[in-house]
């Protein structure tokens, strides 16, 4: 199944692109991701989690990036994981490209996703899949915009405020598959009834 998604980044696009392309500061961003092994500097591997109710699937698996051109702002990503309790497996092809929009960024993005076993089912519901795809791009596009704030330091962490109460720690990054379905689902009703597309 193929997937079209985009967001915008506060950057020009030469930093936008700098930031795209560090792996490990990105990682953080992504709900779910945890990167667990930086091979080289383009192959990776690391762990995604979605949990759907009481079910948690956890995908172990590796990403290569690929076709990386500078000059045009684009590249892709082949990545590929198996369900650890062998549930199944997806596979996925990602190729991006960023667009200059005044003092931001665009960033487009063209999936090619396939999965196997019994976690193919989700696949049957394809227009459900890209909502679900977009509301997961959204959380990782204001994660990222956190990162390039002046403020944010190179290594994602976020700098101690001495006056500022303790935040809890996040105990879990999984993707929460229940509260993903029905915002999704609010939006593909907000297209259908409102006839556009739900930003």
Sequence with gaps: ???????????????????????PRIAPCMPGAELTEVVDESHFKGNAK?????????FA???ELTDV???ARTARVSA?????KGRGA???DVTFSLVEEGAS??????????????????GRAAGLINEIAAQII???AKNLEGQLSPAAPADGTVPADADAPAAAPVADNSISGISLFFRALGAMIRRWFGGGRAS
């Design 138 to 140: 959204a959380e990782f």
């Design 1 to 23: 199944m193929e997937m079209q998604n985009s967001f915008t980044v506060p950057a020009d696009i030469a930093t936008a692109w700098d930031v795209l392309m560090d792996v």
């Design 90 to 92: 997806a596979q996925a």
């Design 80 to 84: 590929k994981g198996n369900d650890t």
């Design 69 to 71: 051109d500078p000059e």
């Design 105 to 122: 960024t665009r960033v487009d993005i063209n999936t090619d996703l396939n999965l196997t076993g019994s976690v193919a089912q989700y």
């Design 50 to 58: 979605l949990r759907v109710g009481p079910v948690q699937l956890r």
């Design 61 to 63: 698996g590796e990403a």
